[in-house]
């Protein structure tokens, strides 16, 4: 039994939290630069407007958007660690507190969705933990901002709406909200599930580098051909028009009830930022 202090996470996601707001990762900055290799005007402007901003994010350690979003966490925790100190929840909202104050990241998370009072701190974070084998935890940030989150979209399909029925959904919502997401985007779909479960899914294959194979060669086909219809949609860069609509499009499936066909969107803007650190 391996024993990690609750401190080690705290100092873990404190540093986590200004990393991503950061930092581009290198996968997402690249799709950027190869889809500006292909563009013409107006979307070769945007696009390097988008990498030059990353570029200096990270040289000057500022944030790369304004919004640093929703904290989300995704934590492998293994069953050979035993966590002293304060509870594993507890530790991941103090890191992100202090990291938010101390790094003078957007705090953006009010207290009731109706009284609207922020909170200060941009917590509580969501926080989703999978127990897995071994004596590790990997904890993976998710920072979601507000626009692209507001854009994403849930749908209860009938089982016999089929793939047709989950990709002429998919595309609906990238027609009727995409350009509102600051394009080029990242797309995670889920499929299965039930209602509760299925934006987690969605949500969850944001984290996923782009160029990765599904690891089910049946999905990886249709995320190819749910990406080549998006981005004939011609929306583009921020909306201005353009072969890039979407860098990448992610799907993860769950079992699901036999009356039921769970769909959820989970957009992402082209400001993809995800951190992973494993203690």
């Given at each position: 039994?391996?024993?990690?202090?609750?401190?080690?996470?705290?100092?873990?996601?404190?540093?986590?939290?200004?990393?991503?707001?950061?930092?581009?990762?290198?996968?997402?900055?690249?799709?950027v630069?190869?889809?500006?290799?292909?563009?013409?005007?107006?979307?070769?402007?945007?696009?390097?407007?988008?990498?030059?901003?990353?570029e200096?994010?990270?040289?000057e350690?500022?944030?790369?958007?304004?919004?640093?979003?929703?904290?989300?966490?995704?934590?492998?925790?293994g069953?050979?660690?035993?966590?002293?100190?304060?509870?594993?929840i507890?530790?991941?909202?103090?890191?992100v507190?202090?990291s938010?104050?101390?790094?003078?990241?957007?705090?953006s998370?009010v207290?009731?969705?109706?009284?609207r009072?922020?909170?200060?701190?941009?917590?509580p974070?969501?926080?989703?933990?999978?127990?897995?084998?071994?004596?590790?935890?990997?904890?993976?940030?998710?920072?979601k901002?507000?626009?692209?989150?507001?854009?994403?979209?849930?749908?209860?399909?009938?089982p016999?709406?089929?793939?047709?029925?989950?990709?002429?959904?998919?595309?609906?919502?990238?027609?009727?909200k995409?350009?509102?997401?600051c394009?080029?985007?990242?797309v995670?779909?889920?499929i299965?599930?039930?209602?509760?479960?299925?934006?987690?899914?969605?949500?969850?294959?944001?984290?996923?580098?782009?160029?990765?194979?599904?690891?089910?060669?049946?999905?990886?086909?249709?995320?190819?051909?749910?990406?080549?219809?998006?981005n004939?949609?011609?929306?583009?860069?921020?909306g201005?028009?353009?072969?890039?609509?979407?860098?990448?499009?992610?799907?993860?499936?769950?079992?699901?009830?036999?009356?039921s066909?769970?769909?959820?969107?989970?957009?992402?803007?082209?400001?993809?930022?995800?951190?992973?650190?494993?203690?």
């Amino acid at each position: 039994m391996k024993e990690i202090n609750s401190t080690a996470i705290t100092d873990a996601v404190i540093k986590l939290c200004a990393q991503a707001n950061y930092e581009l990762p290198e996968d997402v900055l690249n799709a950027v630069r190869t889809a500006y290799d292909k563009e013409q005007e107006p979307a070769k402007s945007v696009l390097s407007e988008i990498i030059e901003n990353a570029e200096l994010a990270a040289k000057e350690q500022i944030p790369l958007c304004q919004d640093t979003g929703t904290a989300n966490f995704f934590i492998k925790l293994g069953a050979d660690v035993k966590i002293s100190g304060i509870p594993l929840i507890k530790a991941v909202n103090k890191g992100v507190s202090q990291s938010y104050k101390e790094n003078y990241l957007r705090k953006s998370i009010v207290n009731d969705p109706l009284e609207r009072k922020n909170t200060q701190d941009n917590t509580p974070a969501n926080i989703y933990v999978e127990e897995t084998e071994g004596g590790k935890i990997e904890i993976t940030f998710l920072p979601k901002g507000g626009g692209s989150e507001n854009a994403s979209m849930l749908a209860m399909l009938a089982p016999a709406a089929g793939w047709q029925g989950v990709k002429d959904f998919v595309i609906q919502v990238i027609k009727q909200k995409g350009a509102n997401a600051c394009p080029p985007l990242i797309v995670g779909v889920g499929i299965g599930g039930d209602f509760s479960t299925v934006a987690k899914i969605a949500k969850q294959t944001l984290i996923r580098q782009i160029g990765s194979k599904n690891t089910d060669v049946h999905y990886n086909e249709k995320e190819e051909e749910l990406l080549k219809e998006i981005n004939a949609l011609g929306i583009g860069a921020m909306g201005l028009g353009g072969k890039t609509t979407a860098l990448a499009v992610f799907i993860d499936a769950k079992p699901a009830h036999i009356a039921s066909l769970p769909v959820a969107v989970s957009i992402q803007c082209h400001s993809c930022r995800r951190q992973t650190i494993i203690l």
